[in-house]
T-cell receptor, first 113, second 111 residues
């Protein structure tokens, strides 16, 4: 089954404690992205990657890091989480080569206290 | 500032009624996508429109792309409770693979 898998689904952490949210896709897609979703603001792109070892900032990259060492995986790293990073996070993948139709993971609900 | 403005923000209707959701921008897009998101899930692609003036139908859902490729609408005929969800539009600018999402329209269809 074609899917984007995120883990964990829910996470409560304390300010400053490094965390990683994993994302994996099994569709051999070139393009992967991370979004955060906040009430009234919709989906805002954090980082994106157009292929292995190619990453770039989205609209709200501050406080986040990513890596793309393999085509299927695109982890999101919060080195020192703060309460304003409490949000619902989505990983998405697209085929690439001009096709941006996105497949989304089920989301990670992060709370930073 | 949202690149894409969706209206209304919330819509609550009775089963069997019709509804229209709008997605507007001052920017021109090479294509526009519509997604539906249910509680606890990620958005799921409904349709992509790529040609100005294009109309696509998906059962009771009709999607239209404006002639100038700056706006789109989603019309649902005879809405059912299963249509309940957050509807998101997303535009793909020319020469850029970054999708820009609207804030969404929450649709509730009461039985």
């Amino acid at each position: 089954e074609a899917q984007v898998t995120q883990n964990p689904r829910y996470l409560i952490t304390v300010t400053g404690k490094k965390l990683t949210v994993t994302c994996s896709q099994n569709m051999n897609h070139e393009y992967m992205s991370w979004y955060r979703q906040d009430p009234g603001l919709g989906l805002r792109q954090i980082y994106y990657s157009m292929n292995v070892e190619v990453t770039d900032k989205g609209d709200v990259p501050e406080g986040y890091k990513v890596s793309r060492k393999e085509k299927r995986n695109f982890p999101l790293i919060l080195e020192s989480p703060s309460p304003n990073q409490t949000s619902l996070y989505f990983c998405a993948s697209s085929p690439g080569s001009g096709n941006t139709e996105a497949f989304f993971g089920q989301g990670t609900r992060l709370t930073v206290v | 500032t949202q690149l894409l403005e969706q209206s209304p923000q919330f819509l609550s209707i009775q089963e069997g009624e019709n509804l229209t959701v709008y997605c507007n921008s001052s920017s021109v897009f090479s294509s526009l996508q519509w997604y539906r998101q249910e509680p606890g899930e990620g958005p799921v692609l409904l349709v992509t429109v790529v040609t100005g003036g294009e109309v696509k139908k998906l059962k009771r859902l009709t999607f239209q792309f404006g002639d100038a490729r700056k706006d789109s609408s989603l019309h649902i005929t005879a809405a059912q409770p299963g249509d309940t969800g957050l509807y998101l539009c997303a535009g793909e600018p020319y020469n850029d693979y970054k999708l820009s999402f609207g804030a969404g329209t929450t649709v509730t269809v009461r039985a």
